[in-house]
């Protein structure tokens, strides 16, 4: 009997997922230490939709006439360009699961440029707020609002700026098929804002 007829078949070495293929079974996305990050940041958010609730406890009348101050159209622009800008992110991911790199970058971008619409519609909203009094001095419901929604900017500046980072990644061919953990952690951050303003866009500007 040969060797060959012996030997025990070669398994070779488990890798990531094939490209296109699917994410294997309890495999958790993005890195442990982005995930520590979200778990603040909805921490963070926690406490914050905690102040509302009590405040909106305490002021009924007030919270209840406070979304027809505010613009319908602006925070529904928010919610269109947030949503549309996380779709060109999943759609990101799942280029790069296929190894098509050139598609990712073209994902990414249109990501970036659907969440640069968030500040500028934020810039455009803030001066009609102050044209119209909507200032620190006008009451519980507003003081609330810029509370929340500032705060909710700032993660979005995060998330552009890391947005930048994975983008420059993917032109200098950091991230393949086979490992693009960065690219992955990035999606569940833009993700996690992207749900954190679907929770606040009702409470302020539809809620009654």
Known sequence: ???????????????????GGPIPGGRIPGSKAMWVGIFCEVTEFALMFAVYFIARAHYPEVFHAGPEQLSLLAGTGYTLMLLTSGW????AVH????????????WLIGAFVFGVGYPVIKLFEVRWNL???????????IV??????????IHVFWGLLGMIWVML???????SAEEYSG?????VYWHTTDIIWLMIFPLFYVLR
């Open 183 to 187: 690219l992955e952690s990035f999606a």
């Open 169 to 175: 990644r993917t032109v200098t061919g950091t991230y």
């Open 95 to 106: 280029s790069m699961r296929a190894n098509r790199q050139s598609a990712c970058l073209r």
């Open 88 to 91: 060109c992110v999943a759609r």
């Open 131 to 141: 044209a119209h009094g909507l200032n620190g001095e006008a009451g519980m419901f």
């Open 1 to 19: 009997m040969s060797y060959a007829a012996t030997a025990l078949p070669h398994s070779p070495p488990a890798e990531g997922p094939p490209p």
């Open 144 to 153: 609330t609002y810029y509370y929340l929604t500032f705060n909710h900017l």
